[in-house]
């Protein structure tokens, strides 16, 4: 029985995927969108008596839907209006990625910023204030994480329990 349903949104090669297999154990079912050839990724975790289904939307540079891609997660997102949008961005290309999230603001969907790959933004002398990007965007949550090497995955999952819990 899943009690909240989220989305993860982002960019292509931002750790999307990573984030998706370290939240669910890789416990996914793989299919492709009605009517649609992109393949469609689902899963869940269990986090503090929460039961929680992840959609992994497909990479999207935008929702202005120039691509099926973009089609695709801008539909999900404001057709199907998950409880919650987990941004995924690239910490060290953070200027591109903040486009999509911006966009995804403007819909009114639920929002976390999960800033991935903050250790390869570190190596390269990039440091984000995540506390201060916070607050100018609003107070939306912005955990910052390395996903691949396991980092801020708990802060995550403790954040989006948060989140759905408010609504």
């Given at each position: 029985m899943t009690d909240v349903t989220i989305a993860l949104?982002?960019?292509?090669?931002?750790?999307?995927?990573?984030?998706?297999?370290?939240?669910?154990?890789?416990?996914?079912?793989?299919?492709?969108?009605?009517?649609?050839?992109?393949?469609?990724?689902?899963?869940?975790?269990?986090?503090?008596?929460?039961?929680?289904?992840?959609?992994?939307?497909?990479?999207?540079?935008?929702?202005?839907?120039?691509?099926?891609?973009?089609?695709?997660?801008?539909?999900?997102?404001?057709?199907?209006?998950?409880?919650?949008?987990?941004?995924?961005?690239?910490?060290?290309n953070l200027e591109r990625n903040l486009?999509?999230?911006?966009?995804?603001?403007?819909?009114?969907a639920p929002m976390i910023i999960a800033l991935n790959m903050t250790d390869v933004a570190n190596s390269r002398g990039v440091k984000i204030d995540a506390p201060q990007m916070s607050r100018s965007l609003g107070g939306i949550p912005v955990i910052k994480m390395a996903a691949r090497r396991g980092q801020g995955l708990d802060e995550l999952k403790e954040a989006i329990v948060a989140a759905t819990r408010e609504l």
């Open positions: 949104a982002g960019n292509p090669n931002t750790g999307k995927s990573t984030v998706f297999n370290a939240l669910t154990g890789s416990r996914q079912h793989v299919g492709n969108w009605p009517g649609k050839t992109v393949e469609k990724k689902e899963g869940f975790f269990e986090y503090k008596g929460l039961n929680i289904q992840i959609v992994d939307l497909p990479g999207a540079y935008s929702l202005s839907a120039y691509s099926l891609e973009e089609q695709i997660a801008r539909d999900f997102i404001v057709k199907e209006k998950p409880a919650l949008v987990v941004s995924v961005t690239d910490a060290a486009y999509l999230t911006t966009q995804i603001l403007e819909t009114g």
